[in-house]
T-cell receptor
């Protein structure tokens, strides 16, 4: 199957700083990328959908200014957590799809804000 | 909107025994159906998917699922589990539309014991 690479796999940052997470489709062009957040022992919650070259569509309750998403190319989307606080600590997962119905997932990023 | 209900939050099972994970969905439109597996601190891996055609779908690692439109179910089965099947399993549904956004169930934790 297609490969989606997410980086970093884990990051620790100080409260008030910003953190950028990258999601790359390695062997296909991703027309759409999705960003999810997952709390311990819970399911994935969709945060936003991004299409290459256009603004991301955020789900209800997700702060656009807090979670900045950029999808500048068909192989790269980034999620920046701005002014991070301890409550932003979570597992963030991206997925990417091409023109088929299947989405391919990255390995996830464990963010810890101290 | 679509919703997914995974009827079992935890399923303990002995090695080499069969396992069934139950999934029901609701949607006002036609959908695609998926089962994903997640190992600790990792992203999601697709086990199988139903897009159209035969209602019995075979996936990786010996898993299969059957789509039942009248019961709006998509139960996952494996006739003989291994210790390595210990993981979190998610059922997901997406609309047959351009965005293919996935809605996930709450997940089922499968613990395989020797």
């Amino acid at each position: 199957g297609a490969v989606v690479s997410q980086h970093p796999s884990w990051v620790i940052c100080k409260s008030g700083t910003s953190v950028k997470i990258e999601c790359r489709s390695l062997d296909f062009q991703a027309t759409t990328m999705f960003w999810y957040r997952q709390f311990p022992k819970q399911s994935l919650m969709l945060m936003a959908t991004s299409n290459e070259g256009s603004k991301a569509t955020y789900e209800q309750g997700v702060e656009k200014d807090k979670f900045l998403i950029n999808h500048a190319s068909l192989t790269l989307s980034t999620l920046t957590v701005t002014s991070a606080h301890p409550e932003d600590s979570s597992f963030y997962i991206c997925s990417a799809r091409d023109l088929t119905a299947e989405a391919f997932f990255g390995q996830g990023t464990r963010l810890t804000v101290v | 909107a679509q919703s997914v209900t995974q009827l079992d939050s935890q399923v303990p099972v002995f090695e080499e025994a069969p396992v069934e994970l139950r999934c029901n969905y609701s949607s006002s439109v036609s959908v695609y159906l998926f089962w994903y597996v997640q190992y600790p601190n990792q992203g999601l891996q697709l086990l199988l998917k139903y897009l159209s055609g035969s209602t019995l779908v075979k996936g990786i690692n010996g898993f299969e699922a059957e789509f039942n439109k009248s019961q709006t179910s998509f139960h996952l089965r494996k006739p003989s589990v291994h210790i390595s099947d210990t993981a979190e399993y998610f059922c997901a549904v997406s609309r047959r539309s351009n965005d293919y956004k996935l809605s996930f169930g709450a997940g089922t934790t499968v613990t395989v014991r020797a």
